[in-house]
């Protein structure tokens, strides 16, 4: 007799962003067939006994950056050790570039090089002659732009005409814009006075990017997009003056959507001191009062997502502090950082962290049901999650290509086991199995829902 499904899932927590249920899942081809309780093992050709594990959506990170050390191959490989199925990778125009031929190469990329479905975003390092191209390249299904409002000094910044003219394109035609929220002009002159000459240092970072130009952004972002109707996403928020306005907005019921990080939730700035230009982030990483903060946003729906904004980069912890590069791995301990940070200390329950890192990113992003979720016909991309599984992060045993971690010797307490792309093995007892080339190109925001929280 043919078997009904390929593939069931017993004894385990499945959970998703409306609940936790002892449940059995079953998988038919690529999608997720069946979910209750006492599924016939007979009917199954694979079943996996998942007792005291949960089950979870595959995770979906929806801020990577796979055009430094880690290649878009890489970023799906690493992102895979930490139980994540689907990427968002933003495709950077430089100055001088166009916008269209950026997206075309890395759309091509992902599907001859992924491991993992992804979907990607456009970003703009010269918006004068990037911001006309937005609407060839949403023909192309790729519908949420970046814009940057800091690096006036490298030449990246878009100033508020294009910014609201972007805007506007976007508004018209369904789109969203994404915006790096610190004012780029005022942070240029506090490097100059800070980070320059014999008193220069680490130490000293923080004070060259404060928290108040952060908020002065997304308040000018958010207004922005309100004349235009234009919803707006505010990537990697770190401080609680930023979370205080993405608040105030969302009550004022404007369509702003906001993510934090967990370098932003599990660090504070002593890491700069500690680790030096390694921990070089923008925004910074910020104190420990910003860091309750961010944890009250995500707990309380101020903040919908959490990603990782990994952008691998090589730096030599012992050059010159300004002449080092901004950014750091993160999408490899994403889930094991948030559920032991959130979920193991009581600041969430395990129902917002699949809200976080799994249905908040597909509604946003227009990928669910497809994506982000456990319910029949949805993709079979799943997670076995073990929460008794210790594990102490080291550079030995992380998978990027810069070779550090923010987190040497941080021991966590959960860990993922196996995870499955519509169907397929992708981590398999610990061990990423999947091969380049089986990847979909996800086309964002055809369907965007409100996220949940």
């Not at 990427?87 to 100055?95: I, Q, S």
């Not at 993405?246 to 700035?269: D, H, S």
């Amino acid at each position: 007799m043919k078997n009904k499904y390929d593939l069931l899932f017993t004894g385990g927590m499945v959970v998703t962003g409306r609940g936790l249920q002892r449940a059995d899942v079953a998988v038919r081809g690529e999608e997720i067939a069946a979910v209750g309780r006492d599924l016939s093992r007979d009917a199954a050709a694979e079943v996996l006994d998942i007792t005291g594990k949960y089950l979870f959506p595959g995770i979906i990170d929806v801020h990577v950056h796979p055009v430094y050390a880690d290649s878009v191959e890489e970023c799906a490989r690493i992102a895979a050790y930490g139980g994540t199925t689907t990427l968002l990778h933003f495709a950077y125009a430089r100055t001088g570039e166009s916008l269209l031929q950026k997206v075309e190469e890395m759309l091509q990329d992902g599907l001859a090089h992924s491991l993992l479905d992804f979907g990607l975003h456009g970003g703009m390092f010269e918006a004068a002659r990037q911001v006309p191209e937005i609407p060839r390249v949403m023909e192309l299904g790729v519908r949420t732009f970046k814009f940057f409002l800091t690096y006036l000094k490298q030449g990246w910044y878009t100033d508020d005409y294009q910014l609201i003219k972007g805007m506007d394109i976007l508004a018209q035609r369904g789109g969203m814009a994404m915006v790096h929220c610190e004012n780029g002009g005022a942070i240029d002159y506090l490097e100059d006075k800070y980070l320059k000459g014999p008193d220069a240092s680490a130490s000293r970072f923080n004070r060259s990017r404060p928290a108040a130009l952060e908020e002065e952004a997304v308040f000018r972002v958010t207004r922005l997009a309100e004349v235009v109707d234009c919803p707006v996403y505010i990537v990697h928020v770190s401080s609680a003056r930023a979370a205080r306005l993405v608040r105030q907005a969302r009550a004022e019921g404007r369509r702003v959507f906001a993510e934090t990080c967990p370098q932003y939730l599990t660090l504070t700035e002593q890491i700069i001191e500690e680790r030096g230009a390694l921990a070089k982030i923008g925004p910074p990483i910020r104190t420990a009062k910003d860091r309750a903060a961010l944890w009250e946003g995500v707990r309380d729906g101020a903040i919908q997502v959490v990603a990782s904004d990994h952008a691998a980069k090589a730096k030599d912890p012992h050059g010159d502090f300004l002449d080092q590069g901004f950014g750091s791995p993160q999408i490899e301990t994403l889930l094991p950082l948030i559920y032991d940070g959130g979920v193991n200390r009581g600041r969430i329950s395990v129902v917002r962290l699949v809200q976080l890192l799994c249905e908040n990113p597909a509604r946003i992003f227009g990928l669910y049901p497809r994506k982000g979720t456990i319910a029949v016909g949805s993709d079979a991309d799943l997670v076995v999650f073990d929460p008794a599984r210790r594990f102490t992060i080291r550079a030995e045993n992380q998978h990027s290509g810069v070779g550090y971690t923010l987190y040497e010797g941080r021991e966590v307490l959960g860990w993922p086991e196996f995870s499955f792309q519509r169907g397929r093995r992708v981590l398999w007892q610990g061990e990423v199995v999947a091969e380049p080339g089986g990847a979909r190109f996800l086309p964002t925001l055809e369907s965007p829902t409100e996220p949940l929280g």
